[in-house]
């Protein structure tokens, strides 16, 4: 089957450091990509990783451990606005749909 | 800048009623677009992908009759709720692979359905 986990919520203070994890199961790999998605809105893309290690872009970082079926998102210098859900998803071949986790519910409280 | 738009971004309509949702590519072709359903807490559940000038794709468990799709050009996929019930109420995003980013969707910003 294809499994996709996350922390359903998290909290944390401006311009602390928060790592979201996620672990998958697919029955392909192609990608690990993660989005933002505030309350209403569609999510927009973050990041994406389909080699091990880590991509850094600002204030948040994305890694990526294919042996291990495990990924996070660490986000930096925590700011209100990053309040949102945040999205895994693992693209399972290429040109098909993504397959997301529930999202994690981030909250930053000043 | 935008990359896909949809139309309406919220409807409230009458149980029975049908709706139609517009999906666009504003500055590229796109052959393939998916359709997904959020429900409130929820993630995003892919119910199509639809295919230009051919049928769509549906996944399990989701009524084709019901859920309309056309993808009669390479901007444009409409996807239509038919007789329209309360249970149906929910989220409706659509997206596209602009091939720019390997497999990176881009969303539109989504349609809020309310069944009354």
């Known amino acids: 089957g294809q499994n996709i986990d996350q922390p359903t919520e998290m909290t944390a203070t401006e311009g602390a450091i928060v790592q979201i994890n996620c672990t998958y199961q697919?029955?392909?790999?192609?990608?690990l990509f993660w989005y933002q998605q505030h309350a209403g809105e569609a999510p927009t893309f973050l990041s994406y990783?389909?080699?091990?290690g880590l991509e850094e872009k600002g204030r948040f970082s994305s890694f990526l451990s294919r042996s291990k079926g495990y990924s996070y998102l660490l986000l930096k210098e925590l700011q209100m606005k990053d309040s949102a859900s945040y999205l895994c998803?693992?693209?399972?071949?290429?040109?098909?749909?993504?397959?997301f986790g529930k999202g994690t519910t981030l909250s930053v409280s000043s | 800048g935008a990359v896909v738009s949809q139309h309406p971004s919220w409807v409230i309509c009458k149980s029975g009623t049908s709706v139609k949702i517009e999906c666009r590519s504003l500055?590229?072709?796109?052959?393939?677009m998916f359709w997904y359903r959020q429900f409130p807490k929820q993630s995003l559940m892919l119910m199509a992908t639809?295919?230009?000038?051919?049928?769509?794709?549906?996944e399990q468990g989701v009524e084709k009759d019901k859920f309309l799709i056309n993808h009669a050009s390479l901007t444009l996929s409409t996807l239509t709720v038919t007789s329209a019930h309360p249970e149906d109420s929910s989220f409706y995003i659509c997206?596209?692979?602009?091939?720019?980013?390997?497999?990176?969707?881009?969303f539109g910003p989504g349609t809020r359905l309310t069944v009354l």
């Open positions: 997206s596209v692979d602009k091939g720019d980013v390997v497999d990176t969707q881009y």
């Open positions: 998803a693992a693209s399972n071949q290429a040109g098909t749909a993504l397959i």
């Open positions: 639809s295919n230009e000038g051919s049928k769509a794709t549906y």
């Open positions: 500055d590229f072709q796109a052959t393939t």
């Open positions: 697919t029955s392909g790999f192609n990608g």
């Open positions: 990783n389909v080699l091990d």
